[in-house]
């Protein structure tokens, strides 16, 4: 993910190496899968079409739970939306990691000509200053029995759970270890279950099974997927790890995953599904593994120079581990390779905001506020959804039918990652003064505007040619960064793709039409703000509610057509925006958008200077 980000965003095979130890893409197992809001970034990018097209689509979760009718076991008990916030994608996509990775490094190529420089080994990591302290990074790998070191500027570790970055610099992820035990087995399944091909937990009294369907394969036959615990694995009263453990797991755990076989976990979905069987199609296995639920982070995500210069970032498996069963590692690993990539080309290419002595990279700075804080979020959420689901619905300090349904209700926004939101920094702003903000309302998961969250998609219709637009579509052709402060051209036909750029979300008033109001005098000294950035950094967006008349380019202020010709939307024809984003049409407002669709700060329509103060801070200016 990061290693295609940048790319697009202009750096050269001279600039940019990734490497991988494995041979090829994965042929089995791993994630499987796609959250709504990783959907809407694989939207930007223009490469959610086979994934759209051929993944398993989870619209909703069933409960299963012991049915007080002995004859029945279990029963059905809820059914509720997989994805219950306000979302471009209603559903959880599944698909293999191994065809992600494919349209991942296919479209690298368009940019790349070497791509992934795979059957290579990272060896080791150090900082040496003495040798080049403006490349100090120094990097030793192993390609196919062959040995080289190179230098870097920067340098990240996407390198999984095992991370051989993080060792080499010494750091060590925290936290506890549970010892609940799960076995996961992706089949084609012979089953009379009733909700197959739904995303289900089930609890019975002989143990605990989550059902994940997933897409289907060259045979015509469709995938599932079965997380099943294995109780009796757990030794009673030993269910944690101190906290600030080691790298190493228990040896006492590490035992007894290698009691686990394949036929016991399959014995054990059995056994939890009936009444109903379950069991491997013509014994149709695709993958399975054991494994031992851990919520570990890694306190420090940056590693800096000894002139406080951030120099190596740690992303992924490599600074957070949790259990798979939320759906969470793929997609909150790329997030932060997605919250990470764009400040980066900032960075380089000289793009980011003034640094001082104390602090040479405020803009890198943010990664470790942004995802530390998201990682800590995912850790306590993942403890408490794994003890759920790993113990016994009606035991007397057991968790109730209803409990554990509400609490999936809650978490939703978190899971879906349509409810992340970064806490307040150079890049996020919110006014302490709440008679100055323009926004009402505080459902933000519905799209109401808030800095830190995400901008919910929305359809418009625009001006110049009556076409019908989603806010978030992306198809992009080609993306080059000239460095040093000079623009990237791009060819594209979207309004908030991913190509590095900041957006204002200019939300016009009903006196647009008014030569002397607060629109088109915003509008006007929006267009002199811009020009003061760095080319094609910036671009706006300009949304009017419904006016009380028809209106021609000419009624409109002439900077409109000049900067946003094809990003001038009426934002009442197709859905109400105003509503959805909570702006009174009367005043308006002014929102920046970052380069990775979240909010940075809102301000009142008028208030332009808010606005200049806060990019600022964010982008360099020429003037």
Known sequence: MLDLLLARYGLSDESL?????????????????????????????????????????????????PSPDKEKIIERTAVMPEVIPPARFGYEATIHQGRIERIMETDLLRYSKRGVLRNTRLVDVVIDENGDAEFPVVVTMNTNGTERTVRTKYLVGADGAHSVVRQSLGLKLEGESLDHIWGVVDLVADTNFPDIRRRCGIHSPAGSVMVIPRE???????????????????SPGDDQLPAKTT???????????????????????????????????DGAIDWWAAYQIGQRVLPEFIVKDSKNAARVFIVGDACHTHSPKA???????????????????????????????????????TYQTERHEIAQQLIEFDR????????????????TQEEFQQAFKLNNGFTSGCGVEYPENILVVRDSNPSLNPVQGTDY???????????????????????????????????????????????????????????????????????EGVSAKALERMAILIANFPASTIEQIVLHPRLHRFFEWGDIPD????????????????????????VDPAHGALAVIRPDGYVGVVAQLGDVKQVEEYLRACIRTIL
């Open 247 to 281: 790298e190493s797991k228990s040896e006492d755990a590490r035992q007894r995953r290698t009691k686990i076989t394949l036929g016991g976990i399959l014995k054990q979905a059995a056994d939890a599904m009936q009444p109903y069987y379950i069991r491997p199609k």
């Open 445 to 515: 998961l519905s799209g109401i505007l808030r800095p830190g969250r995400r901008l919910l998609n929305i359809k418009l219709l625009r001006h110049a040619d009556g076409g019908q637009r989603d806010l978030h579509d992306g198809k992009i052709q080609v993306v080059i960064w000239l460095i040093r402060f000079r623009a990237f051209q791009l060819t594209n036909d979207t309004d908030t793709p991913s190509t590095g750029r900041f957006r204002i979300l200019c939300l016009t008033s009903q006196d647009l039409l008014d030569r």
């Open 327 to 365: 759906g969470q590692g793929m997609n909150v690993s790329m997030m932060d390779s997605y919250n990470l990539a764009w400040k980066l080309i900032y960075q380089i290419n000289g793009l980011a905001p003034t640094s001082t002595p104390d602090n040479p990279t405020p803009l890198l700075n």
């Open 384 to 399: 408490k959804f794994s003890t759920m689901f790993s113990g016994q619905m009606g035991a007397t300090e057991g968790l």
């Open 216 to 234: 289907r394969i060259a045979t015509g036959e469709y995938l599932t997927r079965l997380y099943v615990h294995v109780p009796e694995i757990v």
């Open 17 to 65: 190496l990734c490497i991988d130890t494995k041979p090829s893409t994965l042929k089995s197992g791993q994630a499987d899968g796609i959250q709504p809001r990783t959907l809407e970034v694989f939207k930007t990018l223009g490469i959610s079409d086979e994934i759209e097209n051929e993944a398993c689509q989870m619209w909703q979760f069933a409960f299963w739970n």
């Open 559 to 582: 900077c409109v057509k000049q900067t946003s010709e094809m990003r001038f939307y009426d934002g009442s024809a197709l859905v109400d925006a105003y509503s959805i984003y909570g």
